[in-house]
């Protein structure tokens, strides 16, 4: 069974950072690909960052340059350093974990940037 932990949401002023942290357990390991979406209200679920066996990673176009996931394997956990916080980043934040085909993911995040 997989489960996903996410913390470190919060509420921030415009310009400033969080780091969010996602906690893995069950079936996940350093050799599954795992990330970020968001989501605001009336709003798709968006991407915002994945980090992929090896280490490559992908952003988002609107948190580009801002946002950098990283991984450490010996805590089976991921982050979201998340700096120059914009309003329109404010959003609940998902991680998740691909395995076998398919995501799992965790209970979300609420990150609110104030302008």
């Known amino acids: 069974q997989v489960q996903l932990v996410e913390s470190g949401g919060g509420l921030v002023q415009a310009g400033g950072s969080l780091r969010l942290s996602c906690a893995s357990s069950?079936?996940?390991?350093?050799?599954?690909?795992m990330g970020w979406y968001r989501q605001a209200p009336g709003n798709e679920r968006e991407f915002v960052a994945r980090?992929?066996?090896?280490?490559?990673?992908n952003y988002g176009d609107s948190v580009r340059g801002r946002f950098t996931i990283s991984r450490d394997n010996a805590k089976n956990t991921v982050y979201l350093q998340m700096n120059s916080l914009k309003p329109e980043d404010t959003a609940v934040y998902y991680c998740?974990?691909?395995?076998?085909?398919?995501?799992?993911w965790g209970q979300g995040t609420q990150v609110t940037v104030s302008s």
């Open positions: 980090i992929i066996p090896g280490g490559t990673t």
């Open positions: 998740y974990a691909r395995l076998y085909s398919m995501n799992y």
């Open positions: 069950g079936s996940i390991s350093s050799g599954h690909a």
